[in-house]
């Protein structure tokens, strides 16, 4: 029915461009504006919801041409299956994000104008969207920079703090930045085709030499690296998340940094293909490092969105880990085992938006709660607001890929990925590189289960540590029905993994040519996937469903033999004993005590600094008051981008001898430039 696909297509964007306009035009009317704007960008979700997977299950593609041209490129878009999966993904998380928008954007009316608000959030969600239905790089470009400074604008939305205003500058620099070598990238292409459509770079590979298909796959890496968030490109990554209100947060991590995902995948893998391979090593070892960084600076952070925002540096670094196994095996012939890895990769890629997300949308809802984000002045928020503990509770279990939910679902095929690479008899170097990246993943896996206890327990238990934290009541409901369908997202995707892995069939068998299928009867139980290419047929399996029985069988068991077996029938409630002193939230664990042995574990990183001052009522042995202030360096600013900034800082001053207020000169510059430029025209 491609009829049908184009009119849910073309309904998707003008969705989100009515909503857009909607929003504008009535912002004298902030809640009308509020709820005309997320209306339309939920009709697009929905719409969305139903092309991608449709496309998807039937094998369709789809191409719709506009009736205009630009510098004679025809604009047009096209959905192949890479791009349909991206749809689905963007879709769900917008459709929930939106849903808790309703309730969550009325916080700023009075405050901040949310018909701009409503304009650039459809807007976000539109470009893309368009972004990864794009048919050529030109429209690629428009949309990736539509989006680049859409998000800035959103980032920078409470711009009257100036620190918003600084992340904001950072962000732009180095999303531009990456932008540049995108743009590079794409010109070799078109240097070698004359063509700006990816439909004509299909064949490519074959014809390229190696040196311009390595000089664009360092480019490629670089452009989409930055804003992906690799280390070390990461630095505005950080600054960003924390400035943007909380539900543009969730969409940047969730599916902006995804676009980059998407744009490397299509680029390397569909148009670059075979490669030597280092390239596939260069990106594992750049995910293992981003993924270990990422998740260790995130357990030294107390802001929760700065600690959520290290985490999706953690995250890109796992996905990359499984697209990283997926090129070395292409390298050696092996699709069949390179689809492990792509699955893996694109897999998590859906988890990490969904269970992020509503990660992100639970640090939102308590903020919009106590009005902070620093989780040393929350506590007891449990008892105040327990859907929202539940909800967050579920995206910490997911993030620590721990069973039955989706991220342990993801970072288990992960595992089997990396595991072939060290069984598939790849030489003594891929055989040990895979066993030990392994290791290095589950180590991340452990201190982002670290790193949860810590934000869960230090904000959601115990007492409050502050008057606003005392105070807080649960959120309303739609920002509970938007954390709700999230959390529910996480479970079905940890015990049915086969509804992801069968929407990513069709995409691993257009880029790979390795044709995929189940064992027939048993999927509900135990997710058995087979790979064919030619007469190989290799398998992975997963069973989450059978995990889950466990776990809840062995709950239940624990549950009876307590209950009959148990020294007290009937639970008694009373006051912890403190030593007759009375309970103050100042006895209890703190975030930076908690992590403070994770500081000295790898303080040869960290390079931490402490500064301890005390007041006495008679010294020495009387004090008043102790105060501990710990700090972290920051190595990335200081070693790689502060010695750049000085350098181009001294430059410019150099430079501004150039401009010194006289037209005379000025006009000298221009008759020079002049000659020189005929002298190289004839």
Request: hydrophobic share 55%; net charge positive; proline share 4%.
């Amino acid at each position: 029915m491609p009829l049908l696909d184009e009119l849910l297509f073309v309904f998707m964007l003008t969705f989100l461009l009515f909503g857009a306009f909607l929003s504008f035009i009535l912002q004298k009317k902030p809640s009308l504006s509020i709820l005309a704007g997320l209306t339309f960008a939920n009709l697009a979700s929905l719409c969305g919801l139903i092309l991608g997977p449709t496309l998807l299950f039937y094998g369709r593609s789809l191409d719709v041409y506009l009736p205009w041209s630009v510098l004679g490129i025809e604009l047009q878009f096209s959905l192949d299956p890479l791009g349909a999966f991206f749809i689905t993904v963007i879709s769900v998380l917008s459709l929930s994000v939106s849903i808790f928008s309703y309730s969550y954007s009325r916080a700023y009316i009075g405050k901040h104008n949310v018909g701009v608000l409503g304009l650039f959030y459809n807007l976000f969600i539109f470009s893309m969207l368009a972004l990864v239905s794009s048919s050529n790089t030109f429209m690629f470009l428009f949309f990736w920079e539509i989006m680049s400074l859409v998000s800035y604008f959103l980032v920078v939305f409470e711009h009257q703090d100036s620190q918003v205003r600084k992340a904001g500058f950072i962000y732009i620099v180095m999303t531009h930045i990456g932008t540049v070598f995108i743009i590079i990238a794409f010109l070799m292409l078109y240097q070698e085709t004359g063509s700006f459509r990816f439909v004509d770079y299909t064949y490519l590979s074959q014809h390229l030499s190696p040196t311009i298909k390595t000089v664009i796959f360092v480019l490629i890496t670089l452009g989409f690296g930055t804003k992906a968030g690799i280390v070390p490109l990461h630095i505005w990554l950080p600054k960003a998340h924390p400035a943007a209100p909380s539900n543009v947060s969730a969409l940047m991590s969730g599916i902006m940094l995804k676009t980059a995902i998407y744009g490397f995948i299509k680029i390397v893998i569909g148009v670059l293909g075979t490669g030597p391979v280092w390239w596939g090593v260069s990106i594992l070892i750049i995910g293992t490092v981003s993924a270990l960084l990422g998740v260790m600076y995130a357990l030294m952070e107390h802001d929760i969105k700065r600690l959520l925002a290290y985490h999706s540096v953690e995250n890109i670094g796992i996905i990359l880990m499984g697209i990283g196994t997926a090129l070395i095996f292409i390298s050696y012939g092996r699709e069949d085992l390179a689809m492990i890895g792509l699955t893996a990769g694109l897999f998590h890629t859906f988890n990490h938006a969904v269970f992020k997300g509503l990660l992100f949308l639970g640090a939102g809802a308590v903020h919009y709660a106590t009005h902070t984000r620093d989780i040393e002045k929350m506590g007891g928020l449990l008892k105040r607001m327990p859907w929202t503990g539940f909800f967050f509770l579920i995206g910490s279990i997911s993030i620590s890929a721990i069973p039955p939910f989706n991220g342990f679902a993801s970072e288990w095929m992960t595992y089997q990925a990396l595991l072939a690479l060290g069984t598939a008899k790849l030489g003594v170097g891929m055989n040990i590189l895979g066993p030990v990246l392994g290791a290095a993943l589950a180590l991340t896996g452990a201190l982002a289960a670290a790193c949860f206890v810590k934000a869960f327990g230090i904000m959601f238990l115990a007492l409050p540590r502050s008057i606003h934290a005392e105070k807080a009541k649960e959120v309303p409901r739609t920002m509970l029905v938007g954390m709700g369908l999230l959390a529910s997202l996480c479970l079905i995707l940890g015990v049915m993994p086969f509804i992801a892995i069968d929407l990513l069939g069709p995409v691993t068998a257009s880029l790979l040519g390795v044709t995929t299928f189940h064992i027939s009867g048993y999927r509900w139980l135990n997710v058995t996937l087979l790979m064919r290419q030619g007469n190989d047929v290799g398998s992975i399996s997963i069973a989450p469903l059978i995990i889950f029985a466990v776990l809840v069988l062995s709950a239940l068991v624990v549950f009876l033999i307590i209950h009959k077996y148990g020294k007290f029938k009937k639970a008694r409630i009373d006051e912890t004993w403190n030593c007759g002193v009375a309970q103050t939230p100042k006895m209890e664990y703190t975030a930076t005590s908690f992590s403070k042995p994770i500081r000295i574990m790898f303080r040869g990183i960290f390079q931490p600094t402490r500064k301890i001052e005390k007041d006495y009522v008679s010294t020495p042995y009387f004090p008043s008051r102790i105060q501990y202030k710990g700090s972290i360096k920051a190595i990335f600013e200081d070693t790689l981008y502060r010695p750049q900034l000085r350098f181009f800082l001294k430059l410019a001053d150099k430079v501004t001898i150039l401009q010194s207020g006289s037209i005379q000169l000025y006009l000298g510059y221009i008759f020079v430039t002049l000659v020189v430029l005929l002298i190289f025209a004839r």
